[in-house]
């Protein structure tokens, strides 16, 4: 069955470093991916969609990669500010509009 | 613009009610997505609509879940019987068509039964 991995432990950085999250998936070839970023007690936000033709995509200090090969989706955030901190959600379609999300990775960053 | 709305926004009840859980989309999104998110787990799908179509019901842990979307607008999510392995917060969404396009999230509805 379709599954994706993101690294459930917190990944605590120091501000103005790069903080760089990692979306794993197996048994499946999604066309596009998504991100999302969610804080305490809110639903998630959309930050990015990147296509399984697109090897890069950048928003302000956002970068997201998608290597179809292995099947990964790395999610970067450059400069990386305290306002940073929150839950990043990976998601991918599973069929015309249905999304598996991953559980998420916390991001802390220390001023 | 609005937003996502759900209410209420923090549900106690005890186990064997039933609750009613009520998602207001973003005006003209056709797509209505329901999840269930428990403590340190990913979004589970539980339920989509599409315009007029037939919803996808196959998320829905048991026949105690239900949901209608009535006019193609709001749409209410209907546990009966809780039980307390349905204490999780209730996010709903909704998209411009579902395809492609990102959903919109409301800020759900924390279910806690006792």
């Known amino acids: 069955s379709q599954k994706i991995e993101q690294n459930s432990e917190a990944l605590n950085i120091q501000e103005g470093k790069t903080a760089t999250l990692t979306c794993n998936y197996t048994?499946?070839?999604?066309?596009?991916l998504q991100w999302y970023r969610q804080d305490p007690g809110r639903g998630p936000v959309f930050l990015l969609l990147?296509?399984?033709?697109?090897k890069e995509k950048r928003k302000e200090r956002l970068k997201v990669t998608f290597d179809t090969t292995l099947k990964q989706s790395l999610f970067h955030i450059t400069a990386s500010q305290p306002a940073d901190s929150a839950t990043y959600l990976c998601a991918l379609p599973t069929g015309t509009y249905k999304y598996i999300f991953g559980t998420g990775t916390r991001l802390k960053v220390l001023a | 613009g609005a937003g996502v709305s759900q209410s209420p926004s923090n549900k106690v009840t005890e186990k064997g009610k039933d609750v009613e859980l009520r998602c207001d989309p973003i005006?003209?999104?056709?797509?209505l997505y329901w999840y269930r998110q428990s403590l340190g787990q990913g979004l589970e799908f539980l339920i989509y609509?599409?315009?007029?179509?037939?919803?996808?019901k196959s998320g829905l842990p048991s026949d105690r879940f239900s949901a209608e979307r009535t006019g193609g607008s709001v749409s209410t999510l209907t546990i009966q019987r809780t039980q307390q392995e349905d204490s999780a917060v209730y996010l709903c969404a909704s998209s411009f068509s579902g395809q492609g396009h990102e959903q919109y999230f409301g800020p759900g509805t924390r279910l806690t039964v006792t």
């Open positions: 990147i296509r399984e033709n697109e």
């Open positions: 005006s003209g999104h056709t797509a």
């Open positions: 609509f599409q315009g007029n179509s037939a919803p996808d």
């Open positions: 048994n499946y070839s999604p066309a596009y």
